[in-house]
């Protein structure tokens, strides 16, 4: 099997260091470099490598770089690496617009579209659940138009990175719950209103989007409140979903059982459930999807992105 | 003061641990029984007592109740109680649509239906912070019709109860999240319903509930999704909100800033919040409500209530 | 009753918050100014007042100022504040081995030498806890000398201030467990030395001290291996421990029964058990001590302090 | 490479799910019967399998057995299934002081008595890290003798297995941490003493072992007060312990850097630190040991064991 040289920007955050620990099982990626500002010359636990800085990483010997750099930096970063001739998988919100040609990669909904690219901008943590549990839903026909779909989601803290910020200090979040960028407020909202937009082959459905902030350390949990069109039925929405994930390596339809966080962590599955509403006029459903921030919605499909530009098999290095 | 003789029936419960605390402070109420069907005999920590069987409680020593037994065993206790001449606080859902003529007792709705009183069923924690927030806005007219309020609620561990059951070990909580009872299948539904119809004063607006499991010990959060008629605002939510709780001890109405646990817990307190929601085309409005479930949502409105049914001041005992 | 003019100084660490919160119940001390250098000028919540700088607290409006700045700033604070005529209680570290003339205040063991002190310097968490539970084994003449005894403590993450840092962020600390400072490194140690001196009115007993880190919000518990002298048994231990405090109020001496943080837990209480050690040459006895980091292990042990120095009953405003 | 037939005998447990997930990656133990008598009939997840009961095993089709039942039953069913020709892994604590002939199994100490074995008694959680720890210390002779070594340890609740029980529930251990079974109380005392006289190759050294409880769901730290003998040192401690085990995949030796749970959770190492102890007469070591309760603790030694008795590679299926 082929190697290839493995740079890893930003490795001491939590997605980061969730590469690192993936990477160290693939059978074709190397780690070469791994990059922190602040521990550089410090070992890399586990490996046999001391943290660089990034601007000493030497790119002519890196074949694929995963850059998990800060929102701002790591855009910037990437398209310099990317013309400079190396593959890149970018984990930052910067490219996910498109910018610079990146590809957006989800490869259960845009697979061939990623495969063999040379630039992926890896997709954000929440959008990737809302994408692929209404995905099934748009593509059968059975959304309602006209009323927003109601998307009320939860995560563990690591998804607010790894910065000694007062607000996600143990003493202030355990014991605790809260919204927060409520009512479209959040960053993501355009990712997700052109990933609604791109699966709808036109214009997206109406959604509100609120985050909350849960007192674990990984894992998302996506409740999700969608208008259906008449005659549609919770079966048929389980129905569509299975048909559309069969085959699927990551992806876990089930059926009227909703997930928790617990059937996902550590993994990179999403796991996703249905359930009708009862005592409603208008028909409505609920579907609810869970996966692991870090992996699935971070480092586990930055490396499915990249199995998938290099030609490998898309599970390498991922388990199960 | 006068001094009342008080019996706390099923008191190593949650809700009954926290009624024996905060009794322990109160002026005019004087714990005589705390009862225990598996301790029986040994001592009430804090105080002088030992748990005695429900049934051994002598009623003619007593004044007032509070029954916190399991659901279907606490209604039949609080009847017989009262028919034998006891006033009687049921903290369970047996009596909450009225039954044995009880008065559903939520201060701040109907605080002068509550007063003298001699039988009153104690809302549960779900429904207390649900009607206290949407209460302002439907009184004021703001609630569109038609249309449903989307109720996405968490809820700490205790209240489950503190009946040993596997799926609320640490062990299966710690690091969860996921829904339960979902698609209005909670059998909070009804007294939900109920008391938006006695808001209304006619028919309650739809709604969908969909509780979750928070790992954390205790407090809830109720993130509302509320459609609005055309030309209302968050402004005027806020207002008719802070309008209609003047002067209440127990509401904190927050404005524009969402609440959370940590503003709520270990207090009688309901935290109000309110937030605009942007980019979508009917207006929309949320709401999000904070409080103990084992204080605002059980032991402390129980004493709340107890302080209105006796002519206490109604904070008698409870702090703030 | 007389009022009191109070400044709390660092109000917006978690010992500073403590403090305004238990000085909103407290009978004659009235909260005027609260200090943040970060937040001047913010409302302080539950209160009227607004955050100003500690360097503008009008002095010589103020009868008495809790210093809650950090180690270093404080007792140059605290020591001016003095100079100038205002009564002070120091929660830092550095005034406690006298400095300024200030009186160490630990009430149960050396109550007569703070009333009516003008300059009190507060013990640390720790501290508190280990000399109140060897005390009476020391005073009684049990503890075997030549001999360490050993403490393992184990404190909630609130004792390590609210400064952000990221080795105490949730997603660090959440689900780990660790020992810090250990094999007597903790700055901790010579006060535990020189308060077991001052017990033992002379020679202090050797100690090895432990601190671990706990995953909780707040509370310590301390397990400490007593080396007993020829003759002497747990019930000794219980006895002279019983003894020692009866009628005080912040002391639980709960004979053979192991305390755990939840009997102290947002109380002002020491909880003080013991245990016989089997299957050893020579007698051993486990003393564990259980408190509450930020009450009895500082706010609310400094109101206790300051209610001696003011004359107010002893337990006013702390609850029990 | 040869597959062999495995049962895992109550696979609902925490050791039997840890069990089920690392056979699952295993490349020569196929696993073909789980058994619970609760959930018979229910599909195992993540396999195309469903519970059976233990007496419904047909031991016939079975190479191997990993024993998991509760204590009392396992040793039963382990010795029968053994007697009837079955290799035997058993879990509980029934056969750990070589009942049936069972080989103590801990592969660091005693590898060559365990490869090619039958029947192996797999060591309990707490024992595996304490003589892990302690032998190179004692092989050294560095351990001085008429002292004992003081273990003070802490553990995850899954520890405490997955039977409902109140005193394991999220309401009562979140936020809590306590000592239990104190003074060498705990049924794991006589499993330390013999694994330490045969470490000794004579007498045990005195020790005072003290569990407490964590609010983590899994992880062993445990902290171990070790009487040096006059000249010994840390250095020496430490030159002793990575000198024992060079070469062995599972032990990380730190050196003066203390492990914590962190460093060990979801992995079969076990992390050793050391530290110096200042200010005490006689010398005094520190030595912490963590590893995680269900994998070294428990099913990844399991299958260390039985990789050694059936002639696989040692960490086959395991990891690192």
Same mark, same amino acid.
């Given at each position: 099997?082929?190697?290839?040289?493995?740079?890893?920007?930003?490795?001491? @955050? =939590? /997605?980061?260091?969730?590469?690192?620990?993936?990477?160290? !099982?693939?059978?074709?990626?190397?780690?070469?470099?791994?990059?922190?500002?602040?521990?550089?010359?410090?070992?890399?636990?586990? /490996?046999?490598?001391? =943290?660089?800085?990034?601007?000493?990483?030497?790119?002519?010997?890196?074949?694929?770089?995963?850059?998990?750099?800060?929102?701002?930096?790591?855009?910037?970063?990437?398209?310099?690496?990317?013309?400079?001739?190396?593959?890149?998988?970018?984990?930052?919100?910067? &490219?996910?617009?498109?910018?610079?040609?990146?590809?957006?990669? *989800?490869?259960?909904?845009?697979?061939?579209?990623?495969?063999?690219?040379?630039?992926?901008?890896?997709?954000?943590?929440?959008?990737?659940? *809302?994408?692929?549990?209404?995905?099934?839903?748009?593509?059968?026909?059975?959304?309602? @138009?006209?009323?927003?779909?109601?998307?009320?989601?939860?995560?563990?803290?690591?998804?607010?990175?790894?910065?000694?910020?007062?607000?996600?200090?143990?003493?202030?979040?355990?014991?605790?719950?809260?919204?927060?960028?409520? @009512?479209?407020?959040?960053?993501?909202?355009?990712?997700?209103?052109?990933?609604?937009?791109?699966?709808?082959?036109?214009?997206?459905?109406?959604?509100?989007?609120?985050?909350?902030?849960?007192?674990?350390?990984?894992? *998302?949990?996506?409740?999700?409140?969608?208008? &259906?069109?008449?005659?549609?039925?919770?079966?048929?929405?389980?129905?569509?979903?299975?048909?559309? =994930? /069969?085959?699927?390596? =990551? *992806?876990?339809?089930?059926?009227?059982?909703?997930?928790?966080?617990?059937?996902?962590?550590?993994?990179?599955?999403?796991?996703?459930?249905?359930?009708?509403?009862? @005592?409603?006029? !208008?028909?409505?459903?609920?579907?609810?999807?869970?996966?692991?921030?870090?992996?699935?919605?971070?480092?586990?499909?930055?490396?499915?992105?990249?199995?998938?530009?290099?030609?490998?098999?898309? /599970?390498?290095?991922?388990?199960?």
């Amino acid at each position: 099997m082929n190697k290839y040289s493995v740079a890893v920007l930003g490795a001491t @955050g =939590y /997605t980061g260091l969730e590469l690192v620990r993936i990477l160290r !099982d693939h059978p074709g990626l190397v780690m070469r470099f791994a990059t922190s500002e602040a521990e550089a010359g410090q070992p890399v636990r586990g /490996t046999s490598l001391r =943290y660089v800085k990034a601007a000493d990483v030497p790119l002519a010997e890196v074949d694929i770089v995963f850059a998990c750099l800060p929102h701002g930096e790591s855009g910037a970063y990437s398209t310099a690496a990317h013309e400079a001739g190396v593959k890149v998988v970018d984990l930052s919100s910067d &490219l996910r617009a498109g910018q610079a040609g990146a590809e957006y990669g *989800i490869p259960e909904l845009w697979r061939e579209c990623v495969r063999g690219k040379t630039l992926v901008a890896n997709p954000g943590c929440y959008p990737t659940g *809302i994408l692929l549990g209404l995905a099934p839903l748009i593509r059968a026909g059975l959304v309602a @138009g006209g009323k927003p779909v109601m998307i009320d989601a939860a995560s563990g803290v690591t998804g607010a990175g790894r910065t000694a910020k007062r607000e996600y200090l143990f003493g202030e979040i355990a014991e605790d719950y809260r919204a927060y960028a409520a @009512g479209n407020a959040h960053r993501h909202v355009p990712e997700i209103g052109a990933g609604l937009g791109r699966i709808a082959g036109g214009e997206a459905p109406e959604f509100v989007f609120t985050p909350h902030l849960l007192p674990v350390r990984r894992g *998302i949990l996506e409740t999700m409140y969608v208008p &259906l069109v008449a005659g549609a039925s919770v079966g048929a929405a389980v129905e569509a979903t299975r048909s559309m =994930y /069969t085959g699927e390596p =990551y *992806i876990e339809v089930m059926g009227e059982t909703l997930p928790s966080l617990r059937d996902v962590v550590n993994t990179n599955r999403v796991a996703i459930g249905h359930a009708p509403v009862a @005592g409603v006029k !208008d028909p409505l459903l609920l579907c609810v999807v869970a996966l692991d921030n870090l992996v699935k919605g971070a480092a586990g499909q930055a490396v499915q992105n990249a199995n998938l530009m290099l030609g490998f098999e898309e /599970t390498a290095g991922i388990g199960r």
